[in-house]
T-cell receptor, first 113, second 112 residues
């Protein structure tokens, strides 16, 4: 199974600022996914990030708000832009790779004041 | 649209009291059904993948089963360390991306 790390593990940010979350995988993977988990809720897919192509966003999520980079097969970043308190959530990355099973990182807990 | 419904939302058991969690799903074509365990403040931890009706998987006190419409996670003689939120997710055959659709989870508390 893939080992995934995320930075930062948590952050408290001011309204109107942006935060970039990093996701590092210990092996090369084709697909990486970014999820949001709002307080007391389940996981909602934000976007799918393939290396060498533009990220694919799910309904309700746009690139201007959640720009994603995927510079190589082991790394991705998600930026939460122009934050508001409604963006307070746990942000999780996961890998799909060549298998069906997805493994998740530990998450980034974001609080926006 | 793929949908996953989990029940109950919360379950409290005494240590040793066996029970089952339910995951009902609708999907255009099922590629796989996944069970995860999530502890507070952590990312989901993979437990099982089921691919076809009739399939069963076991791990310690947990057993997952699958029918054409639902999956069950059976917990036999649970211990307090089994306390967590259990998430069910489906992956559809359609499309090229293998994204998961998650249910809202069952929060399990096992009392000593």
């Amino acid at each position: 199974s893939a080992v995934i790390s995320q930075k930062p593990s948590r952050d408290i940010c001011q309204r109107g600022t942006s935060l970039t979350i990093q996701c590092q995988v210990d092996s090369q993977v084709t697909m990486m996914f970014w999820y949001r988990q709002q307080p007391g809720q389940s996981l909602t897919l934000i976007a799918t990030a393939n290396q060498g192509s533009e990220a694919t966003y799910e309904s309700g999520f746009v690139i201007d708000k959640f720009p994603i980079s995927r510079p190589n097969l082991t790394f991705s970043t998600l930026t939460v832009s122009n934050m508001s308190p409604e963006d307070s959530s746990i942000y999780l990355c996961s890998t799909g790779g060549g298998t069906d099973t997805q493994y998740f990182g530990p998450g980034t807990r974001l609080t926006v004041l | 649209e793929d949908q996953v419904t989990q029940s109950p939302e919360a379950l409290r058991l005494q240590e040793g009291e066996s029970s089952s969690l339910n995951c009902s799903y609708t999907v255009s074509g099922l590629r796989g059904l996944f069970w995860y365990r999530q502890d507070p403040g952590k990312g989901p931890e993979f437990l099982f993948t089921l691919y076809s009706a009739g399939e069963e998987k076991e791990k310690e006190r947990l057993k997952a089963t699958l029918t054409k419409k639902e999956s069950f996670l059976h917990i036999t003689a649970p211990k307090p360390e089994d306390s967590a939120t259990y998430l069910c997710a489906v992956q559809a055959i359609s499309g090229s991306a293998r994204q998961l659709t998650f249910g809202s989870g069952t929060q399990l508390t096992v009392l000593p």
